[in-house]
């Protein structure tokens, strides 16, 4: 048996940056060494959520210490617009109307950052107010326009299945958003070309569309525009669209003064002028028998969206596509409405707005449970997936990887589910003020973008003839171990150790038209590419061989950094500079796109996804009914990741993805003021978990029996997003511990985040105080 080359698919490996994160040696874009003559920007921010501009002096700002120029519309050669979507309602700065509070103005350019910060601030600026519509009901009632084409996704006719079902509730549930909160902040720095050339480098998932933005608002073409990513810190969606208004004014001043040119928006400025997480009213009427089996459901998902659509509408999309999550909905309609407000455009999200749309699929299974007394598990058992004639979701996709009932059943009887609920249910007996809760929730989650057009990725890959192997591609990292794990790839298609691979900046110039790191595909695409690369690279070496030793192709392997030809053994390092000499080409590109996917939105059918990942949390709580404060005593996962390239990798995903999702749904609350003013803009208002706060116990396990169906990279999985929705189960033992004081005779429809304020107006409620 040949031993495992070092670092190859299927091992556990630190992510490729590990030491140099932990060493403070990761150099992040605000660490690169800035070239002499840098200035630096600073955006003004509006200070009205909704107005006419009457005027703006902008004087002081003008004359302030260091102040270079001061950038607005008038300054822009090109497009006054960073829309990702092409709808042109996303200006770089404000014209003539501000639409929300902190909306960028203009820009400063200074000699020093300090400078232009301060000088930011000097501004005088005149608003005529008119209305703002700040919240998902107050633009409800007001009416408010929509952002973009609603969604419907419809099977069966729920009408009469509603009226004629034994069991009919009607409820409502607000689901908050969340802040993305990633250590590094937008930044980006532009160094102008000759002619029309700029070099931007940019704290983005997206390089390509900051590459179109950038050559928009420059009116210059993308060839002109090179945009470098080597890392982030962090960006969970929220650079995916972002990034772009901060590279465009980089670009923008760096051409203007052909100097470089270098913005960072403070945490507090980052937080305010740029997009979050959609919160979402989610309105039901569902209807089901004495077993707790749904059979109909009506539902509409209006989501708060901001000034501007960015991504609202395949966010809102999305969100209909996950209520369903593990559970057959026979005759079934959702609705989703992107409604236009006047706060920040919300924009993309771990999840992508999956997980508001599967927590209101879960608010019913919570429903039906505590009218009808059950455990929620039995009513979740009773609705998934199965059979032929119990597999079609409501967007006519049929569900033919179902394994969610046998995670379910392993997970309930590793972590002794059962036993557990029935001594929390006996502590809550003859504890007065301390309640307990527990809950076992699972997750479905589509792999694919919804556009179908984004599911396409490439490589570049270099083998020199010093047997050193160079892997770019289109995807970008941002702590998530994607260069790891393609650079794993690599090496197993060689069969070489992995320390013989670099991973280089993702780059436009070398790998152009790429898609956003995002919808967990970044191995899924870029892998593929990768190893397409990799393999046209080993053809040619196995030609040249097959030629030089006249050994047949059909017995050439790569094993354990050799070329094996029958008996002939040739070290990888040897056999490339011998076929470099004989004028071997040793660079190829690669390309994948993902098969067999489809979707027609204005009919709402189709097969948006190329598979589903699966896994199940269980979580136990306990809550102190005076005070609503809490604390999750344990947590037990079993996740799926196909046949896993980087188990240790993928265990940290999905660790991290939790706690993030447990924030969401507990801590992280936005608040914004009466005047539009977003007020929990800084770590000491806005509360992100710290270490405190994760399971105090806390197993976490992969599904070792999995191997993906589809013919996806070495039968893995995708795992960035599906494990965030597993901190449902959080929300749901609160939900249980509350109930407690009634007995578990009412629903106490905890609206998210379920903060301890919340938790203790939920049990007064309960209590009828």
Aim: glycine share 8%; hydrophobic share 40%.
């Amino acid at each position: 048996m040949n031993k495992p080359i070092k670092g190859g698919v299927h091992q556990s490996l630190a992510h490729e940056s590990a030491h140099k994160h932990v060493a403070g040696q990761a150099e992040y874009l605000d660490d690169m060494i800035e070239p002499a003559g840098t200035l630096h920007a600073y955006l003004g921010l509006s200070t009205c959520a909704h107005g006419q501009i009457i005027s703006m002096n902008l004087d002081a700002v003008r004359r302030a210490p260091g102040v270079i120029d001061v950038l607005t519309k008038d300054d822009i050669p090109g497009e006054n617009d960073v829309s990702p979507t092409g709808l042109h309602d996303e200006p770089v700065f404000a014209d003539a109307e501000v639409q929300f509070y902190g909306q960028p103005m203009f820009a400063v350019i200074a000699e020093t950052r300090d400078q232009a910060r301060r000088a930011a601030h000097l501004a005088k600026v005149e608003y005529d107010q008119a209305e703002a519509l700040l919240d998902v009901k107050s633009a409800q009632q007001a009416g408010a326009e929509l952002v973009t084409k609603p969604l419907k996704l419809k099977r069966g006719d729920p009408k009469p299945a509603l009226e004629n079902a034994p069991n009919r509730i009607k409820g409502e549930m607000e689901i908050g958003g969340q802040d993305h909160f990633y250590l590094e902040g937008h930044i980006a720095m532009a160094i102008p070309g000759e002619d029309d050339e700029v070099t931007v480098f940019s704290s983005t998932q997206h390089p390509t569309e900051i590459q179109h933005m950038v050559g928009h608002v420059l009116g210059t073409s993308a060839n002109a525009v090179n945009v470098q990513v080597r890392r982030m810190g962090g960006g969970f969606g929220g650079k995916e669209t972002q990034g772009s208004l901060f590279a465009a004014v980089a670009a923008l001043a760096a051409k203007k003064h052909n100097r470089a040119v270098k913005i960072r928006p403070d945490r507090d400025d980052d937080i305010v002028a740029t997009g979050k997480r959609h919160d979402f009213v989610a309105s039901y009427d569902v209807g089901f028998d004495e077993n707790g089996k749904i059979l109909a459901l009506d539902a509409d998902f209006a989501a708060r969206c901001g000034f501007s659509a960015d991504l609202s509408g395949p966010v809102t999309d999305r969100a209909l596509f996950h209520v369903d999550n593990c559970y057959f909905l026979p005759d079934v309609e959702l609705r989703s409405l992107p409604l236009k407000t006047n706060t920040v455009s919300n924009t993309a999200f771990r999840g992508f707005g999956g997980p508001q749309g599967m927590l209101g699929g879960e608010r019913l299974i919570e429903e039906i449970a505590y009218a009808l007394g059950k455990d929620p598990l039995e009513v979740r058992r009773a609705n998934f997936y199965g059979g032929k004639d119990r597999n079609l979701t409501p967007y006519h996709q049929e569900v033919t990887d179902c394994i969610i009932e046998r995670i379910v059943d392993e997970l309930e009887t590793s972590a002794d589910y059962q036993e557990r609920r029935a001594a929390v249910i006996e502590f809550n007996k003859s504890s007065r003020i301390l309640k307990k809760g527990i809950a076992l929730t699972p997750v479905k989650f589509g792999i694919s973008f919804t556009a179908t057009w984004y599911n396409q990725a490439g490589a570049l890959v270099h083998v020199y003839n010093d047997g050193t192997i160079q892997l770019n591609h289109g995807g970008t990292e941002m702590g998530q171990g994607l260069y790891t794990k393609v650079a794993q790839v690599v090496a197993d298609e060689f069969q070489v150790d992995i320390s013989t691979i670099k991973v280089t900046a993702t780059r436009t110039d070398k790998v152009p038209n790429t898609s956003a790191t995002a919808a967990s595909s970044g191995t899924d695409l870029n892998g593929m590419a990768a190893a397409d690369a990799a393999q046209k690279i080993k053809g040619r070496l196995i030609a040249f061989a097959t030629e030089k030793y006249g050994i047949g192709p059909a017995e050439a392997r790569f094993v354990d950094n050799h070329l094996v030809m029958g008996d002939t053994k040739i070290p990888f390092a040897e056999l490339v500079k011998d076929a470099y000499m004989n004028r071997v080409q040793l660079s190829a590109t690669g390309f994948y796109k993902t098969p067999d996917i489809h979707w027609d939105r204005d009919a709402g059918k189709g097969t948006p996804f190329y598979y589903f990942s699966y896994g199940a949390a269980i979580s136990e709580v306990v809550i102190d009914t005076l005070t609503g404060e809490y604390f999750v005593e344990r947590t037990d996962v079993l996740h799926d990741v196909g046949r896993s390239i980087n188990e240790a990798i993928d265990k940290g995903q999905v660790e991290g993805a939790f706690v993030q999702g447990m924030g969401w749904l507990t801590t992280e609350e936005l608040w914004w003021s009466k005047e539009g003013q977003l007020k929990t803009h800084a770590p000491s208002t806005y509360k992100i978990p710290v270490a405190s706060d994760r399971p105090r116990q806390f197993n976490v396990n992969l599904v070792n029996w999995s191997e993906n169906h589809k013919q996806t990279i070495r039968r893995s999985k995708a795992v960035g997003e599906p494990p965030f929705m597993l901190a449902i189960s959080v929300l749901e033992a609160l939900s249980m511990a509350v109930a407690s004081v009634a007995d578990y005779k009412k629903c106490p429809r905890l609206d998210a985040p379920a903060t301890p304020e919340r938790i203790l107006m939920a049990v007064n409620r309960l209590k009828g105080n």
